[in-house]
């Protein structure tokens, strides 16, 4: 029988979700991305190295071999109750003070929250309103479930009110079922950019007068370089707003540890929900993150976090400053771990991507990020990874091989070959106001590209 | 706004599968069930004390404060390549020796394993043939999925072949379309029988028959205590069968390390569908395992934890044998941790629950085995945790609350009340031939109940 056959005996078989599953053009990057030559500029990786390595290792070491009938015995599924009180604690620094831990859910990182709030929403077709770009996990999550994703524009204030009350309306009239809207307020993934103070009361208005369900994905709240953190939507409404929190950003990304906090009638799904999904979260990695709240300096730690990401944005932003082609715009992100691109004169992205891999520097191209293949003018750059010296080189190889892009675009464009015919065009700086489609499921072997 | 609304307001937007879910009846019951008076025998909690907790503690020390980069790190959505060799090294015990890395996926725990497979292949509506009784965080997966699940009965061999052979014929006249068999060969859970030899060979030859994919659900295969571990269905068919894997009896469940093994196609959806749901299962863990196999003596562990779950069932098959009244049968497991009883004179284990624990012992009642609403005569009884003293007290208060129950019964029945109807009705020892409905979802607060 051949081990690898070329056409899969099963292909007839498989459920209608997963036929919309494809196979990641920038997994296969990656494998060439991580050639140390290659400074990278993709992944999402927190920089996890600033740990007090031996403080936390003697901490997890003394976890099991003093109670291990608990760290490595099964839990509950809604999480441990421990956990999920200093979970509440947690909250309270971005304004929710108020939250139960009866109302936690404790999940396998917040991409399992997200996932679990929406297997319990969503059928086939339902629409989910988010923003455009967003963040490209939560687009897979929605494919899986075979919702249809309506993005909504942002700009350097984050997602538009107006905007969004516009796509309710026209959802209305078409009769679509919106079942949430999925929102990254703070430091967005990709786009850099904050939801203002005065456009989250707005949300909030616009949620309570269209009866809409917000979804606010907080992953990176508490790493702002400039500020106290801003007060959560949810903590604006405690019954309109399910909350997903991590601790992937603030501590590791490798125990993967998060949360959802929702009403409780929803939480009774929630639990139900991801016991039939996961039994319940390892024990060892939840009582690991408890007991580093318990006993560990963590607030110092996420300033101590925020400080090396700052001299990394500063980086990040310096070098594009200073290097970057004319017409190049992109984000000034105040917090978390990305800045989003716009490249001049509608070059595109993803055809650049493998001349760029050439020239030792590797992006997210921005289709990723919308489920309806626009994108293509922009990427994502991450500085939370690499060094600031790496980074410069990185911005300085990226911008070589966008001026080269240029030189090549003036010359075919001189010769009217019609190859680049997206010149001239005017290219909006968060495009992608109306449309409805399946997920672009392009992923990367780092999981958080 | 009140914090514990009466009704839901979102009561009309969950999507369908969710108004399937129930809240457990059995999880309430979980709270009495943990008081220390109380004998559970409802529980699947692996003995984990008899780790050595300190050489594991300190491993899993060294592997943070050593390698903090990669074990607090995200990694890849299909598993640490160095956990999957050695997860081949583990399934070459059972025969599987063709095995590649490649055609592994490190899941969160198996129960995940299960999840992501349900969701590649299920649409709602189709049937998963499932033994008559069942797993019942299987049965979970499958209700969430909205599949519908068919029962084929198992006698003291295990899955009756001619059975499974019936039902496929019949689904066929029905039109039905059939994605999978679901079964657990070895050491059934709640069952507690192991699919003999010969049976092996005719499940694998139906399957080619019929084009028929297995899922292999394998948990306790080591845990066998009086012979070698049996050939896999895997073993003898590379391409119809997905195999589940877990540490969690082998090892520890509180880690949530299991894997699946499929054919490369198969795999490819599993990764998408992964890093869909969870990104990448937790480093930590999976570095924890991979270090315990590389450097602990996981195979004499192993030895040794059969060898107390041995003493444990021959407490409780002794205990059964002096104690229980006559008319009640129960299977003689030679692996794993179940024992599956029937009640005598069809009285039903659901109504009797209350009394137990008023009598302070618990058990599992059979219908949270079946997706039909039958095992009402029926009990799990599992016999990993407690002591072999408890299981005997345990099993002594039973019997006291069975023949409590037997004098009522016959006291009603002598007034002929009609509350017991049941009496003199033939009782088949594995009973649920024919009937498709939605899972059951009695669930406990202990996740493997």
Redesign the interface.
């Known amino acids: 029988?051949p081990?690898?056959?070329r056409l899969?005996?099963?292909?007839d078989?498989?459920?209608?979700?997963?036929h919309g599953?494809?196979?990641?053009e920038i997994r296969a990057l990656f494998s060439v991305v991580s050639r140390p030559e290659v400074v990278s500029l993709a992944g999402g990786?927190?920089a996890?190295?600033a740990?007090p390595?031996?403080a936390?290792?003697?901490m997890?070491?003394?976890?099991?071999?003093?109670m291990?009938?608990?760290?490595?015995?099964?839990?509950?599924?809604q999480g441990d109750p421990r956990l999920r009180e200093r979970i509440c604690d947690v909250m309270a620094l971005e304004g929710i003070t108020?939250a139960?831990p009866s109302e936690v859910v404790v999940t396998?990182?917040s991409?399992?929250g997200l996932?679990l709030v929406t297997?319990?929403?969503?059928?086939p077709g339902?629409v989910v309103l988010a923003e455009g770009p967003s963040y490209v996990?939560a687009l897979?999550?929605f494919?899986?479930a075979e919702a249809r994703v309506r993005h909504v524009p942002m700009d350097d204030d984050g997602l538009i009110p107006e905007a969004l009350e516009q796509a309710l309306l026209e959802c209305r009239a078409n009769g679509d079922r919106v079942?949430f809207l999925y929102t990254v307020p703070n430091y967005h993934n990709p786009g850099g950019v904050t939801l203002s103070e005065p456009r989250r009361q707005a949300i909030v208005d616009i949620a309570d007068r269209y009866d809409l369900?917000v979804i606010e994905d907080n992953p990176y709240g508490l790493l702002g370089f400039d500020r106290e953190p801003m007060r959560a939507l949810r903590a604006r409404d405690?019954?309109r707003v399910v909350y997903l929190g991590s601790f992937?950003k603030t501590f590791?990304?490798?125990?993967?540890v998060g949360w959802v906090l929702a009403?409780?009638?929803?939480r009774?799904?929630l639990v139900?929900?991801t016991?039939?999904?996961?039994?319940?979260?390892?024990?060892?990695?939840q009582y690991?993150v408890a007991r580093y709240l318990d006993t560990q300096p963590w607030r110092e730690q996420i300033k101590l976090f925020t400080e090396l990401y700052r001299e990394r944005r500063d980086a990040t932003l310096e070098s594009l400053d200073a290097l970057m082609p004319p017409g190049t715009t992109w984000t000034r992100p105040d917090g978390g771990f990305y800045v989003w691109l716009k490249l001049p004169n509608g070059l595109d992205s993803k055809l650049m991507q493998p001349r760029a891999v050439n020239a030792h520097v590797a992006y997210v191209p921005g289709i990723g990020f919308y489920a309806d293949g626009s994108g293509r003018e922009h990427m994502r750059l991450s500085y939370c990874y690499p060094e600031p010296d790496q980074i410069r080189e990185g911005v300085r190889r990226l911008a070589r091989v966008i001026e080269a892009e240029l030189d090549l675009h003036s010359t075919f464009d001189a010769v009217d070959t019609g190859s680049f015919r997206a010149v001239g065009r005017p290219v909006p700086t968060h495009t992608a106001e109306t449309l409805v489609g399946p997920a672009n499921?392009d992923?990367s072997?780092?999981?958080?590209a």
């Not at 997890?60 to 003093?66: D, F």
């Open positions: 029988m081990r690898h056959p899969d005996p099963l292909a078989r498989y459920a209608a979700r997963t599953m494809k196979t990641s990786m927190p996890v190295t740990l390595l031996d936390v290792g003697s997890i070491g003394e976890l099991v071999s003093g291990g009938a608990q760290t490595l015995q099964y839990g509950s599924g108020d139960s396998v990182g991409q399992q996932d297997r319990v929403f969503c059928d339902d996990g897979g999550v494919q899986a079942k369900l405690a019954q992937s590791s990304p490798g125990l993967r009403p409780l009638a929803v009774e799904k139900l929900a016991e039939a999904q996961v039994l319940c979260p390892p024990s060892l990695t690991a499921s992923r072997e780092d999981p958080r």
